[in-house]
Each structure stands twice: as structure tokens, then as C-alpha cells.
């Protein structure tokens, strides 16, 4: 079992920055790939990014590539979500995701898939005013 809690959401500007952190428990966290979704209001929950166990192998959406950077910290069984010159349609609840790693699956194109992570966080919201 792997529990995720997120953390670091708010309101910011346009062009803005914030960046969002995901706390998971549980010694193996280093064996799982980590990702993280999003879902606007009327919208159903899309992928962001994902990364594998190490510092290694990030996959963005077209959306968020060179604005948002997934990074993750072992030590601290901590996901983060850089996330830079912020707009309004990047506003949403963020999740977080884990599942257990598996090359196989980490790079087929369907590991964007929400049914393809076993974990979620609560969410975390974030606002991009205009």
C-alpha cells in the first residue's frame, strides 16, 4: 500500500510559478513510478507527467513540456511539480499517482493512462488568474 498526500497549491498569476509536492509513505517508494494528473471543472482528469523510479525517463504532456519539470527526491519519498509561466487554462486539481514499476508498461504510450497507476492523492488545487 502506498498512501500519497500533495501539497504546495494555491492561486497565482498568470506567468507565475508554484511548485507542487507529493509525500508518499511506505520504505519502497523508490520502486514505483510516479505521476501526476489533473482535472479542470467539466473535464475529465488528464495526464501531466510521469517519472520512473529515478531522476530518469520524465514524459510530459504537449500542454505542460518545457514549462513544468517532474523531479523526485528518494531520500525524501517526495514527488514534485515544477510548474512555470502558469495559465489560466492550466487551472485544476493536481494528483498525484503511483504504480509499482515495470518497464514493460512505463514506456508504452498508454502508461498516460489513468487506469495504468494504482495510488492517488487527495489532489491539490491550483488557480491561475488571468
Known amino acids: 500500500q502506498v498512501q500519497l498526500v500533495e501539497s504546495g497549491g494555491g492561486l497565482v498569476q498568470t506567468g507565475g510559478s508554484l511548485r507542487l509536492s507529493c509525500a508518499a509513505s511506505?520504505?519502497?517508494?523508490?520502486?514505483?513510478?510516479m505521476g501526476w494528473f489533473r482535472q479542470a471543472p467539466g473535464k475529465e482528469r488528464e495526464f501531466v507527467a510521469r517519472?520512473?523510479?529515478?531522476?530518469?525517463?520524465?514524459v510530459y504532456a504537449d500542454s505542460v513540456k518545457g514549462r513544468f519539470t517532474i523531479s523526485r527526491d528518494n531520500a525524501k519519498n517526495t514527488v514534485y511539480l515544477q510548474m512555470n509561466s502558469l495559465k489560466p487554462e492550466d487551472t485544476a486539481v493536481y494528483y498525484c499517482?503511483?504504480?509499482?514499476?515495470?518497464?514493460?508498461?512505463?514506456?508504452?504510450?498508454?502508461?498516460?493512462?489513468?487506469?495504468?497507476?494504482?495510488?492517488w492523492g487527495q489532489g491539490t488545487q491550483v488557480t491561475v488568474s488571468s
Open positions: 499517482a503511483a504504480r509499482y514499476y515495470s518497464g514493460t508498461w512505463y514506456y508504452n504510450p498508454a502508461a498516460t493512462e489513468i487506469s495504468g497507476f494504482d495510488y
Open positions: 517519472i520512473s523510479t529515478r531522476n530518469a525517463g520524465t
Open positions: 511506505g520504505r519502497t517508494f523508490s520502486r514505483y513510478a
